[in-house]
């Protein structure tokens, strides 16, 4: 199909050359995210401030850092539908875990952080266990595993709480985690570049980071060639979760209160991230630097919406016509990679 | 023409348990410049909101300062909540209204605003936080308690046993939780029995399928009550099964269904909060706050139960939009 | 192998099984198998399609686990639980179906499940170095940086040799590793393998092309149904004895002898065609009803691709496709099947077939809208079932389950899964790209037969193919490409190997 | 992986044969149901009654017409992530449709009842025809095809209604779709079979039924074998949605109001029970009779639950767990298949 098109005119294509040159190396993306900018700099004066802009980036931080895991899964070839449960879990967990501490030794503000951190992480990474072990020795598939799990998770964090937010955290978690922030930059911010590098030097500076790749282009091969599919898999969800219960923990140190009923819609939102970044659904492609633009990039647009003034029921029929449209121009970006691989 | 004078309650401090008066309601005439007003509410998909949003918005024109109302798309999405109203501020708001998701969710958010000296308004919802500069609400649990009265009054103790089908909304929000207090606080030692309690999101399709589960499940009910549209839900399946007459149906707030419901007798009765005057209320607290005139802190309309007897002398318009309203995003 | 074999230092025994059994669900792939290998030696495993040859292979490579039996490696009884501990041995395995990733680069691939670590990450230049040296080693001209999903079936043919290739090597298992491979390669191959048998590397080679067998095999073990037959010399073993070990019955030649009528008229007629990817230059050719004709040319050459484009695959920048004299450039594979025109590919995998559907689904497809598949508005199941078992047969289809899914046959069976589309409805002109890839002798000699049965009917053929016998002894006329062009025309005595051979490199000689 | 584990007791295997054997003819589902059947009517005296069960069916009915059309796009390969939409889209679009038309000519009901129908069911196949589209001819992946087009489709929706229900339709079509019922038998329940033999006759018994499995099966090889490959998914989509929007239509009976709200949870239900009835999410595989009886299982889970009294925290986890349990029990009956199928 896409053969056909990609070579109408060879022609043109030596000529406008230069440009797709640019357009191929760096992705759809960064054009979006420049005429995004310029749109709403028109549309509102009080868009291009850098106040907003921290803002927007400091609002992005949670859907990126829930994005980064998604990716390993889409590389692999599923895709993890629990994460906006894990977010959920770990908050509530974490919140009261950290309350229990708090009220246990009250003069100890930084234990109690760190066990709340702690038992939240651990909480939401459980689920990503479950997760991993249906899928790799299972041999489930990654969609029902993970809605399962979303349902199950889910259940229990309401359970735990009665559905009524947890309260009891020392201040200083919130000021710090939630609001605090260095040199102008907030803490989250610092947390998701954190996490971001990490994960960029294990996917393309180790074995293992290749692994994620291989098996998403073609598991058979890869365990022919002697990688260990199964423990690649299971690693995949564990991580994913890791990240998604960070990005929880995060959340509550904004919100300053485990909830039960948040990041309902991170699923589908880290998802949407990723395609636009041009990750694979079908596994095996996608590049990390995307992904974290490609976050940007919805932030960007929701924030960019609001303060245009835009009104809300317009903005979802926006946001959806934009995901469309950027993907199809991704599309059409990829069909010049093709032209111009030799 | 006007909706004001309008009978309230009066709280001496934030708390809801402060010492309240009873007293009428008057706003200001205009406003001296047209402020810059921020409203930002769970989500506008359903008549409530959709109320809240016709009071603020009329409100604002009446007054003559603008409005911007945004939405954050339900009640899983706190952080979208908070990131638009953050948006709000960069916008340029001069003050804020919040329809709350959380009850403490949004206490950092509500610090940091007041730290730039904009007035935050909190209206229907509630939040915990201290900082709040007025409150324009009712408490959701005495609105359970209404319900839970309504019914208790029917069925004193002593009087034969009642069963009662509890459908208090979707598990683990806030306002569910507080209705779901108040109106087993009611019922208390009355002869009402709750069989059992489902909670449910509130889409009607939800709401239908609990239904009809419980029928099946206790034969022998007495009453459906629940949410608005629990009630709404309810009325075309109980007339469907010919248990119009056998089971009634009681809401713990209001909706166009649930007064269609009332008016048309398949609706036992529903309290009302007067939507639209929270709303109204909301928006003449942050004026008045931003010109330095006297406000009170926490002001909420009276609550009455809506009845079929009392339904002809009851003004929808202090609670529901007008048929035909389009919601309103920006007033200008 | 032969020539480097040297009698006076004694070959001693490297890998042996004992008592090898593999149950697949289902079918008994290997029933108790005693196997050896000797050092030095390059040991054919020979057989039909199904017999069982990559089923031993996959576990003496350690891909695969073994219901009952031994492996013993000089003398000491080994287990393999992945590749990974075979490879760890000295053992490793280019198999029939690809183990490379497409979307990673020849690099990547070369180093999958070994990659060259410093300090724990991953050592890219080394990796970038290692490859180029193999790659040359090998005389493969493919660059390390290229994606493995824009090579050909034959470039990536050559990937996974090199995959396999490495120093500490002990033994070598190659299953059918020139199967998409041209002369050139091969070549290349054989006397890569000379090299590896003289430092005393033992190869097991499975095959299905005679002559390769007597150019490197010393040994030959016949396979039949799972079981152990018979382990003659390569050398002195006829031609019809293996085929009578190999099926349990005697078949006659492989090459059906070519009394073709004269042509007909001229069926397809392709003027100045160049493909919009480039990969073709004004080609121009005519094939005529009743005629068999060659395309021959190196990996590449752009042999399939011109056929892909008069079928409507590939986009056509310039020239015009004339099919039964009316004009068909850039129609669709649906209006050109229907018009009477199959173009059946090369890689049965990834272009061929539903590999989870069921082989009467994957025969009937191309002609469910006609009789007896269907009445044009509903379904004949009955019929499908009928014609397609017929087929079955005809092809002798091993095992004979036609609703067995395609996954489960192996390489050869699920070839003639795929050509059986010829026959389910009336063609004019049939393009086979590669058709006996991977496909025993007796299979061959049948698929050869009714190729040229279709011929004798009045069918045109046009023959893609890298395997020059092929070439050779079955078609009337050739096509020579080179570099995306068309080198020669060559007919009649012209048809020899030497002429053939020359106009694949004529240009690189000068 | 698997292959290996299936062999490991040839003996075992030859020996409980025949329990396997049904096993594997009829697939994990009949027995779940069977299960589930027998528990809630242990846990509960109202389970077993016709009464209920009938409810049952009619409560499944609505997943169970959304899962025939998810069904196709899981054939081909895709998804439909928009189905939710869809529903919500012709419930309101039809009632407003109906309701004005009522109003225009009180007193002709069936003119009414059927512009509504017409005009919802057209309204929510138009989002079809758009996913078609972006799927079909420009290679969108119909995962951010249908994401979009979701929150685009809802936008219109909530843009229409404001979000409040839509009222004035005549009583007949709740009472006649809704409510009414035939021999004993819902009305629903009829509709849902005529449109599950249609398809099934579609399916089964033409060409093109043949094509969704093809090009979910191996899209190259289908168009090299004369598949319209772009029709065929272009069509996916519109049937798909479809389907939906007839669902839509009958639940907006039932409801006796036009909804913005509904349908939220269909996506991920329906594309649930079309996995649990085995259907494969990489394409190619999957029979209508199992999708039939996934939604089944799935409402009478629920129903079951309900009856018995299991708090409603409980039940979200039994429910997420049932599916993975389910999708696991399946693996094993799969791995039976192969070694049964002759
Ligand atoms: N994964 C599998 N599941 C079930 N049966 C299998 C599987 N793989 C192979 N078989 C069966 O095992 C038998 C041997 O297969 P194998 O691939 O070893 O044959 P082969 O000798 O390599 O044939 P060819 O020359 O066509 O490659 C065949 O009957 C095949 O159907
Ligand atoms: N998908 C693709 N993308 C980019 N280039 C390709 C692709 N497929 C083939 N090519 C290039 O087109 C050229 C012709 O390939 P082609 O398949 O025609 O080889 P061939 O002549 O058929 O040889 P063989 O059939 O023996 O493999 C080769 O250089 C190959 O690298
Ligand atoms: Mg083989
Ligand atoms: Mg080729």
Redesign the pocket.
Known sequence: MTADKTTTAPAAAASGDFVKRIFVRVGILPFLLLIALIVFTLMSDNFLTARNLMNVLRQSVYLMIVSLGQMLALLTGGFDLSVGTVVALSSVVGAMAMAATAVAMPDMVWLAITVGCLAGIAAGSMIGVVNGAGVAFFGVSPFMMSLGMTSVGFGVALFLTGGVPVYGMPVAFGDIFGFGSMFGVPVPVYVAALLAIGLYIFLYWTPQGRYFYAVGGNVKAASLSGVNTTGTLFITYVLCSFFAAVSGMLLTARLDTGEANIGASMPLESIAACVIAGVSLRGGVGRLENVVLGALFIGLVQNGMNLARIESYLQTVVLGALLILAVIADQIRLRYVASLKD | QEWFPFPVEVWETMAMDSARTKMDYEPLEKASKAWDICVSFPHMKDAYWLGVDYGVTEEAKRLGVKANVVEAGGYTELNTQISQIEDCVSAGADAVIIGAISFDGLNNLVGEIRSKDIPVIDVINGMSSEELSAKSLVSFGEMGAKAGEFLAAEHPSGGEAAKVAWFPGPAGAGWVEAGNTGFAGAIEGSAVEVVDTKYGDTGKEAQSKLIEDTLEAYPDLDYIVGTAVTAEAAVPILRSRGLTDQIKVVAYYFTPGVAQGISRGQILAAPTDSTVIQGRIAVDQAVRILEGKDFMMHVGPELQVVTQENYKDFDPTSTLAPDGFRPVFSVE | MRQSEDQATKADLLLATHGMSKQ????L?LDNVDFDLMTGEVHVLF??????????ISILAGANHPSAGQILLRGKPVTFSSVHEARAHGISAVF?EFSLIPQMTVEENLFLGAEPRRGGFVDKAAIRREARKILDELGFNLQPHQRIDHLTRAEQQMVEIAKAFRSDLSVLIL??PTASLTNHETDHLFELIGELTARGVGIIY?T?RMAEIRRIGDRITV?RD?RYIDTVDAQTASEDDLVGLMTGRVVGGIFPDLDLPDPGETVLDVDNVSVADGSVTDATLHVKRGEIIGMAGLVGSGKSELMQACFGTLPISSGAVRFKNADVTGHKPRRNIRAGFLYLPADRRSEGLMMMRSIRENVALASLDIAPFSNGVFLNAGGERQAVTALAERLNL??PRIERAV???????QQKAMLARALTRHYDLIVFDEPTV???VGTRASIYRFIVELARAGTAIVLISSDLPEILHLTTRAYVFYRGRIQAEVAGEQLTEQNVLSHFFEREAA
Not at chain 3, 24 to 27: A, F, I, L, R, W
Request: aromatic residues 6%; without cysteine; negative net charge.
């Open positions: 697949y669900p289902g079918v792939a057989g039909e399609n199904g017999a069982g040859k990559s089923t031993l029939q299953d059918e499975i299905h396979l799972g091993s095992p996954d489960h046959f192996s390489g050869g069976n991977g496909v025993d």
